[in-house]
């Protein structure tokens, strides 16, 4: 572990390294691809993933695709990157943009619908079971002379799935079926293998399915107003091999309905849950993991709604067997979240049973473009103590342009005012994916997973706040909480893997390749008989079990003997009281019987990660607090312990006291805080002496009112209102622009442009209108800037442009922000109302969009004036800058009495990276937390330079939602089909300075 530690960890390898979602959405091409893996490349990102998004023009899977394909795998290998397949256009996997079920439509995705009628229904195509209402509930009734005519008749009926304009009007794929799934790998993964062959496990490591389900569109399926249920032709002959009996008598306890018959109810969903999750890993999950291991690819990815146990139950069934077949398990967590435990703990189990070294995160997608390399430290941070390991930032954006600059911000790319900066956080994290990558977690305890308790209970539709409140998951994830957040790391036990690849051996219950001497039973209603009998077994072998179990657990499978389940239950029942156990309790009782814990103290949001290789140890802590702490660490053995840096690329000896059993030793960690140690499992003779490396607390610095200050970029007014006229017609629109050009795209019949609307890549061809588009936007100017004015405009070339009636020339000079946004000179402007008028012809490449006047100017109230010569400290949004993306750089006068190095703690608001020096020396730069710089200075009076760069929130929004902070953010909240006339900026800028002397 330590050598291989020791001889990457200053400068990890490209595995290590993040591998972003980048965003193919435009007509790609092959140089663009290439400069762009070169950006990559420079900000120390590993790889990426080709990921088709919303504005594709090159059409999916095609030779242009592959084209452009070809210069991204040729240009990773040169730099000895990652290039990453991804199977589908757009999300969820198994349509492929609709080329699969399009071609072969007997593919498609089927449902069940259930319709109350009431009269046996005339029309029997597609018919599975109908029931009749009785006084006891439904009751089965195979034709219409079957009982007494007449009454209520809940009546379920098959139909296929229904085309929509988000799978490019085609329907979804039927992942439960063998040979539909077959027929999407030859369509997504086949042209893969035979072009990339000798590139497979190397530059194309392998490819990434993205939330595949079978029951994609839900309730939306509905034809007739009935509740939908995910159906397959092939179900109710698989059902009955599998389960003895004929599901079809039995449908109404699925949707919730009271059932005359002699099965109870909960028996019933508990097999239909069940063989639906039996059927996607055997048919989808298998068969694609197999593929991809045949050809020396790994299968990466995650499946949907992983976070709840009833949420995962009706698209999945469960999703841990899923995660057998791929050779580096994912999930997801987009925004600015950190309480899907549930979420990581099931795929990290799966990993570390399956000694999957990898586990990948989908991440910070939707969280918006005012994310900070701050908060993704710390949410980064969240992941990887509980198993994490390989970051897929979500998202790059291979262009701004029209609508694709609103797909789920942040994007990782050049555009971002962060980007310089960028890679201080990538090195971080490919240090630490490193060090959590070598041997392999440390974790003690074992939870009984109760998804069968979920599929006991689902019947549909599903309402997700009620089974947020449902006990069994409510009791779930206070039982995650407590744990880990007590520093009790876990494993769960998937109960179908344990019966296919696990039981008792000697002293421990195993799954695969992990064997537990700790098990706790949760509250649960349903356990697999195999599961009752192995912890039956580990009791009498010495498995110390707690229950958490406040009723009896029914033991049940179906073909099981009656007889034998009572008697199992009855045993299970016994055990289970005998080592019942409070919540309150259990942490403690749990620490006790463990070999190697680990204490850390105080214990309120701190998580950590052991590692262990051999006699080696390696310790991971993060601090979730929302202040810094100053933390003590409790571990068994310690020898030889040090402190590995994960900002420098350093190991140092670090100080420990002795304890019974090994050693204790304190960190200060500030927000967002992390420390990586390593140590040996035996216990040093004597203490290592040493200090805390809490910082020395700083003296506020006393700081004039107004401070000189410069720009790296033009400053901005963002112009998002404007009116659109149709030339030769009495269209005329006022509004927003995205919302109106959205609008009169539809008024003369071209295709949606909007997120969820068809792809580009699949329009029809149709012919220009012949007419023109005037789109004119006003501003006022109080003062003009005395320097030059230009425009920001997506696709200049085909628009006139005119300002106050002149014509505005279209040759661009460079771009803003992005190479999707060229600038053009802007000449002529005046004081008082200024309109900028813009004409282009109507036809499929017309997208309205704002535009971006720039220059060295103030914005006050939306109204363009002079740019302050010096500015206040707090809130430079006030100042002028109320759109400005970019670096604003403060020259702040501090006088000191004597020269030396003295640190320099800054306090700043809206901001992703703050940089420190002295005026005409090296600047030094952070990304996250602690904010503190050493600088050198003589006595006297001297200028420090404090860069601050912000994001492109207050430029690109949310302006006009609803929410002024929204946790999700994506197109409906950066251009609302309703748009509050209004503008939200988030305060950025200086809060204080403060200095102390350390040498």
């Given at each position: 572990?330590?050598?291989?530690?020791?001889?990457?960890?200053?400068?990890?390898?490209?595995?290590?390294r993040g591998?972003?979602?980048?965003?193919?959405?435009?007509k790609?091409?092959g140089q663009?691809?290439?400069?762009?893996?070169?950006?990559f490349?420079?900000?120390?990102?590993?790889g990426?993933?080709?990921?088709?998004?919303?504005g594709?023009?090159?059409?999916?899977?095609?030779?242009e695709?592959?084209?452009?394909?070809?210069?991204?795998?040729?240009?990773?290998?040169?730099?000895?990157?990652?290039?990453?397949?991804?199977?589908?256009?757009?999300?969820?996997?198994g349509?492929?943009?609709?080329?699969?079920?399009?071609?072969?439509?007997?593919?498609?995705?089927?449902?069940?619908?259930?319709?109350?009628?009431?009269?046996?229904?005339?029309?029997?195509?597609?018919?599975?079971a109908?029931?009749r209402?009785?006084?006891?509930?439904?009751?089965?009734?195979?034709?219409?002379?079957?009982?007494?005519?007449?009454?209520?008749?809940?009546?379920?009926?098959?139909?296929?799935?229904?085309?929509?304009?988000?799978?490019?009007?085609?329907?979804?794929?039927?992942?439960?079926?063998?040979?539909?799934?077959?027929?999407?790998?030859?369509?997504?993964?086949?042209?893969?293998?035979?072009?990339?062959?000798?590139?497979?496990?190397?530059?194309?490591?392998?490819?990434?399915?993205?939330?595949?389900?079978?029951?994609?569109?839900?309730?939306?399926?509905?034809?007739?107003?009935?509740?939908?249920?995910?159906?397959?032709?092939?179900l109710?002959?698989?059902?009955?091999?599998?389960r003895?009996y004929d599901?079809?008598?039995?449908?109404?306890?699925?949707?919730?309905?009271?059932?005359?018959?002699?099965?109870p109810?909960?028996?019933?969903?508990?097999?239909?849950?069940?063989?639906?999750?039996?059927?996607?890993?055997?048919?989808?999950?298998?068969?694609?993991?197999?593929?991809?291991?045949?050809?020396?690819?790994?299968?990466?990815?995650h499946?949907?709604?992983?976070?709840?146990?009833?949420?995962?139950?009706?698209?999945?069934?469960?999703?841990?067997?899923?995660y057998?077949?791929?050779?580096?398990?994912?999930?997801?967590?987009?925004?600015?979240?950190?309480?899907?435990?549930?979420t990581?703990?099931?795929?990290?189990?799966?990993?570390h049973?399956?000694?999957?070294?990898?586990?990948?995160?989908?991440?910070?997608?939707?969280?918006g473009?005012?994310?900070?390399?701050?908060?993704?430290?710390?949410?980064?941070?969240?992941?990887y103590?509980?198993?994490v390991?390989?970051?897929?930032q979500?998202?790059?954006l291979?262009?701004?342009?029209?609508?694709?600059?609103r797909?789920?911000?942040?994007?990782?790319?050049?555009?971002?005012?962060?980007?310089?900066?960028?890679?201080?956080?990538?090195?971080?994290?490919?240090?630490?994916?490193?060090?959590?990558?070598?041997?392999?977690?440390?974790?003690?305890?074992?939870?009984?997973?109760?998804?069968?308790?979920?599929?006991?209970?689902?019947?549909?539709?599903?309402?997700?706040?009620k089974?947020?409140?449902?006990?069994?998951?409510?009791?779930?994830?206070?039982?995650?909480s407590?744990?880990?957040?007590?520093?009790?790391?876990?494993?769960?036990?998937?109960?179908?893997?344990?019966?296919?690849h696990?039981?008792?051996?000697?002293?421990?219950?195993?799954?695969?390749?992990?064997?537990?001497?700790i098990?706790v039973?949760?509250?649960?209603?349903?356990?697999?008989?195999?599961?009752?009998?192995?912890?039956?077994?580990?009791?009498?072998?010495?498995?110390?079990i707690?229950?958490?179990?406040?009723?009896?657990?029914k033991?049940?499978?179906?073909?099981?003997a009656?007889?034998?389940?009572?008697?199992?239950?009855?045993?299970l029942?016994?055990?289970?009281?005998?080592?019942?156990?409070?919540?309150a309790?259990?942490?403690?009782?749990?620490?006790?019987?463990?070999?190697?814990?680990?204490?850390?103290?105080?214990?309120?949001?701190?998580?950590?990660?052991l590692?262990?290789?051999?006699?080696?140890?390696?310790?991971?802590?993060?601090?979730?607090?929302?202040?810094?702490a100053?933390?003590?660490?409790?571990?068994k053995?310690?020898?030889?312990?040090?402190?590995?840096c994960?900002?420098?690329?350093?190991?140092r000896?670090?100080p420990y006291?002795?304890?019974?059993?090994?050693?204790r030793?304190?960190?200060?960690?500030?927000?967002?805080?992390?420390?990586?140690?390593?140590?040996?499992?035996?216990?040093?003779?004597?203490?290592?002496?040493?200090?805390?490396?809490?910082?020395?607390?700083?003296?506020?610095?006393?700081?004039?009112?107004?401070?000189?200050?410069?720009?790296?970029?033009?400053?901005?007014?963002?112009?998002?209102?404007a009116?659109?006229?149709?030339?030769g017609?009495?269209?005329?629109?006022?509004?927003?622009?995205?919302?109106?050009?959205?609008?009169?795209?539809?008024?003369?019949?071209?295709?949606?442009t909007?997120?969820?609307?068809?792809?580009?890549?699949?329009?029809?061809?149709?012919?220009p209108?012949?007419?023109?588009?005037?789109?004119?936007?006003?501003?006022?100017?109080?003062?003009v800037?005395?320097?030059?004015?230009?425009?920001?405009?997506?696709?200049?070339r085909?628009?006139?442009?005119?300002?106050?009636?002149?014509?505005?020339t279209?040759?661009?000079?460079?771009?803003?922000?992005?190479?999707?946004?060229?600038?053009?000179?802007?000449?002529?402007?005046?004081?008082?109302?200024?309109?900028i008028?813009?004409?282009?012809?109507?036809?499929?490449?017309?997208?309205?969009?704002?535009?971006?006047?720039?220059?060295?100017?103030?914005?006050?109230d939306?109204?363009?004036?002079?740019?302050?010569e010096?500015?206040?400290?707090?809130?430079?949004?006030?100042?002028?800058?109320?759109?400005?993306?970019?670096?604003?750089?403060?020259?702040?006068?501090?006088?000191?009495?004597s020269?030396?190095t003295?640190?320099?703690?800054?306090?700043?608001?809206?901001?992703?990276?703050?940089?420190?020096?002295?005026?005409?020396?090296?600047?030094?730069?952070?990304?996250?937390?602690?904010w503190?710089?050493?600088?050198?200075?003589?006595?006297?009076?001297?200028t420090?330079?404090?860069?601050?760069?912000?994001?492109?929130?207050?430029?690109?929004?949310?302006h006009?939602?609803?929410?002024?902070?929204?946790?999700?953010?994506?197109?409906?909240?950066?251009?609302?089909?309703?748009?509050?006339?209004r503008?939200v900026?988030?305060p950025?800028?200086?809060?204080?300075?403060?200095?102390?002397?350390?040498?």
């Amino acid at each position: 572990m330590l050598k291989e530690l020791a001889a990457q960890f200053a400068d990890p390898s490209c595995q290590y390294r993040g591998a972003p979602f980048w965003s193919w959405n435009d007509k790609m091409e092959g140089q663009e691809v290439r400069r762009q893996i070169r950006d990559f490349h420079a900000a120390g990102i590993g790889g990426f993933f080709m990921h088709s998004r919303g504005g594709l023009e090159t059409p999916f899977l095609s030779e242009e695709w592959f084209e452009a394909c070809d210069a991204a795998i040729d240009e990773a290998r040169k730099l000895g990157m990652l290039a990453w397949a991804y199977d589908e256009d757009r999300w969820p996997s198994g349509a492929a943009g609709g080329i699969s079920t399009g071609r072969y439509p007997e593919t498609a995705a089927r449902v069940l619908e259930a319709v109350r009628e009431d009269a046996w229904p005339a029309l029997q195509a597609g018919v599975v079971a109908c029931f009749r209402q009785g006084k006891k509930g439904w009751v089965y009734r195979k034709n219409a002379s079957d009982g007494t005519s007449g009454g209520k008749y809940l009546v379920f009926h098959e139909h296929a799935s229904k085309s929509s304009d988000w799978y490019n009007g085609r329907p979804p794929l039927d992942v439960l079926d063998k040979d539909a799934v077959r027929r999407f790998i030859e369509i997504a993964y086949k042209p893969y293998v035979d072009r990339y062959r000798a590139d497979l496990g190397k530059a194309m490591p392998g490819v990434f399915t993205d939330e595949p389900n079978f029951f994609c569109g839900g309730q939306g399926q509905a034809e007739a107003g009935g509740i939908v249920l995910p159906w397959t032709p092939t179900l109710l002959k698989r059902f009955h091999k599998r389960r003895g009996y004929d599901l079809a008598e039995y449908l109404p306890a699925l949707v919730g309905e009271k059932l005359d018959a002699d099965r109870p109810a909960d028996e019933i969903r508990h097999d239909y849950w069940m063989t639906m999750g039996e059927m996607f890993v055997e048919n989808f999950s298998a068969q694609i993991g197999k593929y991809c291991g045949k050809h020396g690819m790994a299968l990466t990815g995650h499946y949907l709604w992983e976070e709840t146990l009833q949420g995962q139950v009706h698209v999945n069934g469960a999703v841990m067997p899923h995660y057998v077949h791929e050779q580096m398990p994912g999930v997801d967590i987009l925004c600015r979240r950190t309480t899907e435990l549930l979420t990581v703990k099931q795929t990290a189990s799966v990993a570390h049973q399956w000694g999957r070294n990898r586990l990948i995160s989908e991440l910070y997608g939707a969280s918006g473009w005012d994310l900070s390399l701050q908060d993704q430290k710390w949410i980064g941070d969240w992941q990887y103590a509980l198993g994490v390991n390989y970051r897929c930032q979500h998202l790059s954006l291979y262009s701004l342009r029209g609508e694709r600059k609103r797909d789920y911000p942040p994007s990782h790319m050049p555009h971002q005012p962060w980007w310089p900066q960028y890679r201080l956080i990538e090195d971080y994290f490919a240090r630490l994916s490193l060090a959590l990558s070598i041997g392999e977690p440390v974790r003690e305890v074992a939870v009984i997973h109760p998804v069968r308790s979920a599929w006991a209970a689902l019947s549909l539709p599903h309402d997700g706040k009620k089974a947020a409140e449902w006990p069994v998951e409510a009791k779930l994830q206070e039982l995650l909480s407590d744990l880990l957040y007590a520093q009790i790391d876990l494993d769960f036990i998937d109960e179908t893997l344990l019966e296919q690849h696990g039981g008792v051996r000697k002293d421990e219950l195993y799954v695969n390749q992990v064997g537990y001497k700790i098990v706790v039973v949760p509250e649960m209603t349903h356990m697999a008989p195999a599961t009752a009998e192995a912890l039956l077994q580990a009791a009498r072998q010495g498995v110390t079990i707690f229950s958490l179990a406040s009723k009896p657990v029914k033991v049940y499978q179906a073909g099981v003997a009656a007889k034998t389940l009572q008697g199992l239950e009855k045993r299970l029942d016994t055990l289970l009281k005998a080592k019942k156990v409070s919540l309150a309790l259990l942490s403690a009782r749990l620490r006790k019987a463990m070999a190697e814990p680990v204490t850390v103290a105080p214990a309120t949001r701190l998580l950590y990660q052991l590692r262990a290789d051999g006699d080696q140890r390696l310790l991971f802590v993060t601090n979730q607090q929302e202040q810094p702490a100053e933390i003590t660490v409790e571990v068994k053995g310690g020898q030889d312990l040090q402190l590995w840096c994960t900002e420098t690329g350093e190991p140092r000896p670090w100080p420990y006291e002795l304890t019974k059993d090994g050693v204790r030793f304190s960190v200060w960690l500030a927000v967002a805080g992390s420390a990586v140690f390593s140590y040996l499992s035996a216990k040093p003779a004597e203490a290592r002496p040493g200090g805390m490396s809490e910082p020395k607390p700083a003296a506020i610095v006393a700081l004039p009112d107004k401070v000189a200050f410069r720009l790296d970029r033009p400053n901005a007014l963002y112009l998002d209102r404007a009116l659109l006229a149709v030339e030769g017609t009495n269209v005329a629109l006022e509004g927003f622009v995205p919302q109106i050009g959205r609008q009169v795209r539809a008024i003369f019949g071209y295709p949606d442009t909007s997120y969820s609307a068809k792809q580009p890549w699949v329009w029809d061809r149709k012919h220009p209108s012949g007419k023109q588009v005037v789109l004119t936007y006003s501003f006022d100017v109080e003062e003009v800037p005395t320097g030059p004015v230009s425009l920001g405009v997506e696709q200049p070339r085909r628009k006139k442009i005119s300002l106050n009636g002149q014509p505005v020339t279209a040759q661009p000079e460079g771009f803003y922000l992005d190479p999707s946004i060229p600038v053009v000179a802007l000449l002529g402007l005046k004081a008082g109302r200024n309109t900028i008028e813009i004409r282009e012809d109507l036809d499929l490449a017309f997208e309205a969009e704002a535009i971006y006047l720039l220059g060295v100017f103030g914005v006050t109230d939306r109204k363009v004036g002079r740019l302050p010569e010096a500015m206040s400290l707090c809130d430079w949004t006030k100042q002028g800058l109320p759109y400005f993306a970019g670096r604003v750089t403060l020259l702040v006068p501090v006088t000191v009495e004597s020269a030396g190095t003295y640190e320099v703690e800054v306090s700043a608001q809206g901001v992703a990276t703050i940089g420190v020096g002295v005026e005409g020396q090296p600047m030094t730069h952070r990304a996250f937390g602690p904010w503190r710089f050493q600088v050198n200075l003589p006595a006297g009076r001297n200028t420090l330079v404090v860069e601050m760069g912000n994001s492109l929130r207050n430029l690109m929004g949310p302006h006009h939602f609803s929410d002024e902070r929204p946790m999700w953010v994506g197109p409906s909240e950066l251009a609302p089909d309703s748009p509050l006339d209004r503008y939200v900026h988030v305060p950025s800028g200086l809060l204080e300075l403060g200095m102390v002397k350390i040498g």
